[in-house]
T-cell receptor, first 114, second 114 residues
Framework: DGGITQSPKYLFRKEGQNVTLSCEQN?????MYWYRQDPGQGLRLIYY???????QKGDIAEGYSVSREKKESFPLTVTSAQKNPTAFYLC?????????????FGPGTRLTVL | DAKTTQPPSMDCAEGRAANLPCNHS???????VYWYRQIHSQGPQYIIH?????ETNEMASLIITEDRKSSTLILPHATLRDTAVYYC???????????????WGAGTKLIIKP
């Protein structure tokens, strides 16, 4: 089945530690996205990538980093510089960022920093 | 900042049509309206999108007013599985380079009652 996988579903970390969230897609999509969602809120864009080895900052990139070494993979690192990292993180992909390309979402990773 | 305003919650009886309103009074002429829904703690799911004309697909209908300042998503025969948060989203082109982003608001929590 084609789709997007995120792992793990739940993640706990101590304050001050960096943590990397995994996102993999087998839809052959060029574009991938990372969003953050806080309780009762909509999604906010952290980073997006239109093509391998290229990525752009979204609205709330501070304290996060990404890489796009393979088309299928777009890992997100939450660094210790992120002041309030506890949130629900969603990865998405689309055929491209232009036109009417629907974004397909993974199941999300709920990160709790203790 | 979100470009849409939605009621925070709505109820609808099972089997009836659910009509979800959305205001987007500052929308620009080339900005599309998208609707996604999110069942609790899952990734959002695409429903429909439109620019000026009314649109219909197997999931829903989208009615956009002539002045494009508001729209309504219609689920024609709501079922219990339609209980979710519904997001009305404006697709923007922040850099003017046809790399579009979705601007999410807080959504409407729709509860379908038996």
């Amino acid at each position: 089945d084609g789709g997007i996988t995120q792992s793990p579903k739940y993640l706990f970390r101590k304050e001050g530690q960096n943590v990397t969230l995994s996102c993999e897609q087998n839809l052959n999509h060029d574009a991938m996205y990372w969003y953050r969602q806080d309780p009762g809120q909509g999604l906010r864009l952290i980073y997006y990538s239109q093509i391998v080895n290229d990525f752009q900052k979204g609205d709330i990139a501070e304290g996060y980093s990404v890489s796009r070494e393979k088309k299928e993979s777009f890992p997100l690192t939450v660094t210790s510089a992120q002041k309030n990292p506890t949130a629900f993180y969603l990865c998405a992909s689309s055929a491209g960022t232009s036109g009417y390309n629907e974004q397909f979402f993974g199941p999300g990773t709920r990160l709790t920093v203790l | 900042d979100a470009k849409t305003t939605q009621p925070p919650s709505m109820d609808c009886a099972e089997g009836r049509a659910a009509n979800l309103p959305c205001n987007h009074s500052t929308i620009s002429g080339n900005e599309y309206v998208y609707w996604y829904r999110q069942i609790h703690s899952q990734g959002p799911q695409y429903i429909i999108h439109g620019l000026k004309n009314n649109e219909t697909n197997e999931m829903a209908s989208l009615i956009i007013t002539e002045d494009r300042k508001s729209s309504t998503l219609i689920l024609p025969h709501a079922t219990l599985r339609d209980t979710a948060v519904y997001y009305c989203i404006v697709r923007v082109d922040p850099l003017g380079d046809s790399n579009y982003q979705l601007i999410w608001g807080a959504g409407t929590k729709l509860i379908i009652k038996p």
